[in-house]
């Protein structure tokens, strides 16, 4: 173990546009770099969207090569705390960890972001398996605490993740700039939906509650930002549908504060969720959410009050709240306005000096014992 700085090491699958990786791009924007050092690696070669937004926050990425267990062993072997946020990665760590001396192994910790019964049996298997070697736990919502092994449970910490209010402040008139080039017309009711293609996301329950929605409540337009895997197959189910530009596959956008300004409604309809980041942005640019009740949604949504909940893959549901949110003006007015409150709930600032404080306790622990493992 070093004297200095504290070293961190974190662990990531990719930088792909994710919730995971926008949470850990939030806490490398405020971390304290006079008693931390930080080291980020990634394995996935497709995933490099935030590549550039890490550099500009003075953390340079390193994407390790395909055989990389040397690599990360010696990564292992340089580092004070390792925090993953893989479950497959988190696996790997624990594991390496053991091949080195005693003295050289770092304190292990890991954050679930995801509900377990997300990840493939053999991923839940081997993280259960591993995860005592763990120093410490955490997962970003009771919901995915409570998703998790029952013999595991109580070791997880719920910590919430927050954002950085400040990032989403954007000037005068973007609000009617974006609904121009939009072509929205100022009566029309804009949903907005950030989610990346992939199946947890459920956009065949989306785009179905859209056209069920459509001919009940013509006011409503739909934007959805977001890439992945199942790129061609939704731009062929939007065809199937017949949504036309009512509902826009708007593909990977950086521009989302100013895309927040110009909606009136964010909305997910997804079948599995963790802390989603976008409801927290949502909430802090005043949109009312309409959501599925998965994950940890509705520890963030409060039913009628500042959104309205449904549950997983009832498009039926999905598009009654559509309805029933475009309809009401001045209900979806007081829900946007008790939307704002909910986002003062959410500081990146207050999660990240908690982890700070776990980090040094546990760092400063292994140094007294002359060993990183507890």
Same mark, same amino acid.
């Given at each position: 173990m070093s004297d200095g700085p504290i070293r961190v090491l974190w662990l990531v699958k990719g930088l792909g546009p994710g919730g995971a990786e926008q949470l850990l791009l939030l806490s490398a924007q405020v971390a304290d770099r006079t008693r931390f050092t930080h080291r980020l690696i990634f394995?996935?070669?497709? =995933?490099? @969207?935030? /590549?550039?937004?890490f550099e500009a926050a003075g953390l340079v990425p390193e994407l390790l090569p395909a055989?990389?267990? #040397?690599?990360?062993? $010696?990564?292992?072997?340089q580092a004070d705390v390792v925090?993953? @946020?893989?479950?497959?990665?988190?696996?790997?760590? !624990?594991?390496?960890?053991?091949?080195?001396?005693?003295?050289?192994?770092?304190?292990? &910790?890991?954050?679930? @972001?995801?509900?377990?019964?997300?990840h493939?049996?053999?991923? !839940? $298997?081997? %993280?259960?398996?591993?995860?005592?070697?763990? $120093? @410490? #736990?955490?997962?970003?919502?009771?919901? /995915?605490? +409570?998703?998790?092994? $029952?013999?595991?449970?109580r070791r997880y910490e719920v910590l919430i993740h927050g954002i950085d209010p400040q990032a989403l402040v954007v000037p005068d008139g973007t609000r009617e700039r974006l609904r121009r080039e939009l072509a929205v017309a100022d009566d029309e009711v804009l949903v907005l939906t950030v989610a990346n293609l992939r199946?947890? =996301?459920?956009?065949? %329950?989306?785009?179905?509650?859209?056209?069920?929605?459509l001919p009940r409540a013509p006011r409503l337009r739909f934007v959805a930002v977001g890439q992945g895997p199942l790129a061609d197959e939704m731009a062929a189910r939007?065809?199937?549908? *017949?949504? *036309?530009?009512?509902?826009?596959?708007?593909g990977y956008r950086r521009d989302i504060p100013e895309l927040m300004a110009a909606a009136d409604v964010f909305a997910l309809a997804s079948a599995h969720e963790g802390l989603p980041v976008a409801v927290m942005e949502a909430f802090a640019a005043g949109l009312p959410v309409v959501a599925t009740r998965v994950g *940890? &949604?509705? *520890?963030?949504?409060? +039913?009628?009050?500042?959104?309205?909940?449904?549950?997983r893959r009832d498009a039926q549901a999905l598009a009654a709240a559509f309805v029933t949110i475009a309809g009401d003006d001045a209900g979806r007015s007081a829900m946007g306005a008790a939307a704002r409150e909910s986002a003062g709930r959410y500081d990146i600032r207050v999660t990240m000096a908690r982890q700070e404080t776990m980090y040094r306790r546990l760092a400063g622990r292994s140094r007294a014992q002359g060993t990183g493992g507890d």
């Open positions: 394995v996935r070669p497709d =995933k490099t @969207h935030l /590549v550039a937004d055989h990389r267990v #040397r690599d990360m062993r $010696a990564a292992l072997a925090h993953a @946020h893989s479950p497959v990665l988190a696996s790997e760590a !624990r594991l390496l960890s053991l091949t080195l001396p005693r003295a050289q192994r770092p304190v292990l &910790i890991s954050t679930e @972001h995801n509900e377990w019964t997300s493939r049996r053999p991923t !839940r $298997a081997l %993280n259960a398996l591993t995860s005592p070697l763990d $120093a @410490h #736990r955490w997962a970003v919502s009771e919901q /995915v605490r +409570d998703t998790t092994w $029952a013999t595991h449970r199946a947890n =996301k459920d956009y065949p %329950n989306l785009m179905r509650a859209a056209q069920l929605a939007h065809a199937e549908l *017949g949504l *036309g530009d009512r509902f826009w596959l708007a *940890g &949604i509705p *520890g963030q949504v409060r +039913d009628g009050v500042d959104g309205l909940l449904v549950p």
